[in-house]
C-alpha cells in the first residue's frame, strides 16, 4: 500500500474509540439504566442526569465535537448506541441538543458556530439545551410544505418569524431555538432557511407538549413563533450565502448539491445507532432471561422456540450494526452514497429495533407485557426510530429513488 491510499476499512474498532465505548458504556450502566423507569413514568425532562452527564463530559460541545470528528466515523454511532442502551428517553434528553447543534455546525459562518454552538450546552454549573424545529402540523415528510415565514424588515434589519413548530425535541424549554421557515414559499424547500433564535426572544413559547407512546424522558413539544424578530446576521450561513443561492435557484439553477438531503443523508446513521442501542439492550436482557428462567424442568433457552428466536434477534441487530457503521464510515471519509446508504442503514436499524424488543416481550411472556421488566419500555421506545428523522416509507422512497434514478412517487 502507498502512503497516498486511504486507511482501509477494518471491523476493528479503534483503541480511542473503544475507550470511549467503554465510558459511555459504564455511564449508561450506572447512571442511566437505574433512573429510567422513574424518568419514563414521571414523563419529565431528567435535569439531574444531564446535568451529571455534564460533568462526567458526555453532554458537552467538546464531547459531541470530537467524536463527531473522529477519523473513522464510528465515534458518534459507538457512543450514542451505548446511550441508548441505557435508555433511549434518557438518551435521548441527552444527545437532542446535538441535532441544533450540528444544523448549525454543518453550515454556519464562523462566527455563528463559535457563539450559538457553546449556548446550547452552557456549563456543567449552568446546563444549556438546543432544539432544531423543522417539523409542523401540515409538513412532516413533506418538508416542502413548511409554512412557517420568515420575512426580512429592511428598515430595522431583521428577521420577523411567524408559524408554529411540532415534535420539537426540547422546544420551548430549550436555550437556544433554531427553526427552519420559508422565505420565498414559491421555491418550496429551496426557498427555506434556518434561523438562530437567542434565549429570552419576545414571541417564541411552547405550546402543547406531547404525551407519548415511548422515550417518555425526552421533552416534545409545539413551538409558536409569533412575530418572533432576530437580527439579520442569524439567519444560518449569513444572509449574503442566502441571497446568492435564492438567485441561483430564480436562474434555473439547481441548489448547490441539495445541501439539506446530502446532510439528513450522512446523519441518518446516527439515528440507526440509537435504535441499536434499544434493539441490543432488550436482546441482552431476553438472552439472560432466556438461560435462567425454567419452565418444564428446562431452560427456557433450551428449546428451539425461544434458542431460534435470539438467534434471529442476533442476526439482525449485527446486519443493522454493520450498515449502520458502514454508512458513518463512508459519510466520514468522502464516500458518495450511490444507493442511499444512510437511509439504507437507519431502515434496517429501526426496523429491527421493533421487532427485536416485540420478540423480547415473546420470550418473556407474561413478564415482558408488564412495566415490571423493562422490555415492555424498550418495545415502546422503539417505534419513534420507524418514524422520526424521516419514516421508514421515506427512507423506502429515497432508497427506490437513488437506486432506479427515477422519480419514485
Given at each position: 500500500?502507498?502512503?497516498?491510499?486511504?486507511?482501509?476499512f477494518?471491523?476493528?474498532?479503534?483503541?480511542d474509540v473503544?475507550?470511549?465505548?467503554?465510558?459511555?458504556?459504564?455511564?449508561?450502566k450506572?447512571?442511566?439504566?437505574?433512573?429510567?423507569?422513574?424518568?419514563?413514568?414521571?414523563e419529565?425532562?431528567?435535569?439531574?442526569?444531564?446535568?451529571?452527564?455534564?460533568k462526567?463530559?458526555?453532554?458537552?460541545l467538546?464531547?459531541?465535537?470530537t467524536?463527531?470528528m473522529?477519523?473513522?466515523?464510528?465515534g458518534?454511532?459507538?457512543?450514542f448506541?451505548e446511550?441508548?442502551?441505557?435508555?433511549?428517553?434518557?438518551g435521548?434528553?441527552?444527545?437532542?441538543t446535538?441535532?441544533?447543534?450540528?444544523?448549525?455546525?454543518?453550515v454556519?459562518?464562523?462566527?455563528?458556530?463559535?457563539?450559538?454552538?457553546p449556548?446550547?450546552?452552557?456549563?456543567?454549573?449552568?446546563?444549556k439545551l438546543?432544539?432544531?424545529c423543522?417539523s409542523?402540523?401540515?409538513?412532516?415528510?413533506?418538508?416542502?410544505?413548511i409554512?412557517?415565514?420568515?420575512?426580512?424588515?429592511?428598515?430595522?434589519?431583521?428577521?420577523?418569524?411567524?408559524?408554529?413548530?411540532?415534535w420539537?425535541t426540547?422546544?420551548?424549554?430549550a436555550?437556544?431555538?433554531?427553526i427552519?421557515?420559508?422565505?420565498?414559499?414559491e421555491?418550496?424547500?429551496?426557498?427555506?432557511?434556518?434561523f438562530?433564535v437567542?434565549p429570552?426572544?419576545?414571541?417564541?413559547?411552547q405550546?402543547?407538549k406531547?404525551k407519548?407512546?415511548?422515550?417518555r424522558?425526552s421533552?416534545?413539544?409545539?413551538?409558536?413563533l409569533d412575530?418572533?424578530?432576530?437580527?439579520?446576521a442569524?439567519?444560518?450561513?449569513g444572509?449574503?450565502k442566502?441571497d446568492?443561492r435564492?438567485?441561483?435557484v430564480?436562474?434555473?439553477q439547481?441548489?448547490?448539491?441539495?445541501?439539506?438531503?446530502?446532510?439528513f443523508?450522512?446523519?441518518r446513521?446516527?439515528?440507526g445507532?440509537?435504535?441499536?442501542?434499544v434493539?441490543r439492550?432488550?436482546y441482552?436482557y431476553?438472552?439472560?432471561?432466556?438461560?435462567?428462567r425454567?419452565?418444564f424442568?428446562?431452560k427456557?433457552?433450551d428449546f428451539?422456540?425461544?434458542?431460534?428466536?435470539?438467534?434471529?434477534?442476533?442476526?439482525?441487530?449485527?446486519?443493522?450494526?454493520?450498515?449502520?457503521?458502514?454508512?458513518?464510515w463512508?459519510?466520514r471519509?468522502?464516500?458518495e452514497?450511490?444507493?442511499?446508504?444512510?437511509?439504507?442503514?437507519?431502515l434496517?436499524a429501526?426496523e429491527a429495533?421493533v421487532?427485536i424488543?416485540?420478540?423480547a416481550?415473546q420470550i418473556?411472556?407474561g413478564?415482558?407485557?408488564?412495566?415490571?421488566?423493562?422490555?415492555?419500555r424498550?418495545?415502546r421506545?422503539?417505534?419513534?426510530f420507524?418514524?422520526f428523522?424521516g419514516t421508514?416509507?421515506?427512507?423506502?422512497?429515497?432508497?427506490?429513488?437513488?437506486?432506479?434514478?427515477?422519480?419514485?412517487?
Amino acid at each position: 500500500m502507498t502512503s497516498t491510499e486511504a486507511t482501509p476499512f477494518s471491523l476493528e474498532l479503534s483503541e480511542d474509540v473503544r475507550e470511549v465505548q467503554s465510558w459511555v458504556h459504564e455511564f449508561a450502566k450506572d447512571v442511566i439504566r437505574p433512573a429510567a423507569e422513574e424518568w419514563d413514568e414521571r414523563e419529565e425532562t431528567p435535569w439531574p442526569l444531564i446535568q451529571e452527564a455534564s460533568k462526567v463530559g458526555i453532554y458537552s460541545l467538546d464531547f459531541f465535537a470530537t467524536q463527531w470528528m473522529e477519523p473513522t466515523g464510528l465515534g458518534i454511532p459507538v457512543a450514542f448506541e451505548e446511550l441508548f442502551w441505557g435508555d433511549a428517553g434518557i438518551g435521548l434528553s441527552i444527545v437532542g441538543t446535538g441535532l441544533a447543534a450540528a444544523s448549525v455546525a454543518a453550515v454556519g459562518t464562523p462566527e455563528q458556530i463559535a457563539e450559538w454552538v457553546p449556548q446550547m450546552f452552557g456549563t456543567a454549573d449552568d446546563v444549556k439545551l438546543g432544539a432544531f424545529c423543522a417539523s409542523e402540523p401540515d409538513a412532516g415528510s413533506d418538508v416542502g410544505s413548511i409554512r412557517a415565514r420568515a420575512s426580512y424588515d429592511e428598515a430595522a434589519g431583521e428577521w420577523v418569524l411567524n408559524g408554529t413548530k411540532t415534535w420539537a425535541t426540547n422546544g420551548g424549554i430549550a436555550d437556544v431555538h433554531v427553526i427552519v421557515a420559508s422565505v420565498h414559499p414559491e421555491l418550496g424547500s429551496r426557498g427555506q432557511a434556518s434561523f438562530i433564535v437567542p434565549p429570552n426572544t419576545p414571541g417564541l413559547r411552547q405550546g402543547q407538549k406531547f404525551k407519548k407512546h415511548g422515550i417518555r424522558a425526552s421533552h416534545t413539544a409545539e413551538v409558536i413563533l409569533d412575530d418572533v424578530r432576530v437580527p439579520a446576521a442569524l439567519i444560518i450561513g449569513g444572509k449574503d450565502k442566502f441571497d446568492e443561492r435564492i438567485a441561483r435557484v430564480r436562474e434555473g439553477q439547481r441548489a448547490k448539491g441539495q445541501a439539506a438531503m446530502k446532510t439528513f443523508e450522512t446523519t441518518r446513521p446516527t439515528v440507526g445507532a440509537m435504535a441499536l442501542g434499544v434493539a441490543r439492550a432488550a436482546y441482552d436482557y431476553a438472552l439472560q432471561y432466556a438461560r435462567e428462567r425454567e419452565q418444564f424442568g428446562r431452560k427456557i433457552g433450551d428449546f428451539q422456540a425461544v434458542a431460534f428466536k435470539l438467534a434471529d434477534m442476533k442476526c439482525q441487530y449485527d446486519a443493522a450494526r454493520l450498515m449502520v457503521h458502514r454508512a458513518a464510515w463512508m459519510a466520514r471519509n468522502g464516500k458518495e452514497f450511490t444507493a442511499a446508504e444512510g437511509s439504507m442503514a437507519k431502515l434496517m436499524a429501526s426496523e429491527a429495533a421493533v421487532r427485536i424488543t416485540e420478540e423480547a416481550i415473546q420470550i418473556l411472556g407474561g413478564n415482558g407485557y408488564t412495566r415490571e421488566y423493562p422490555v415492555e419500555r424498550m418495545h415502546r421506545d422503539s417505534k419513534i426510530f420507524t418514524i422520526f428523522e424521516g419514516t421508514s416509507e421515506i427512507q423506502r422512497l429515497v432508497i427506490g429513488r437513488t437506486i432506479t434514478g427515477l422519480p419514485v412517487r
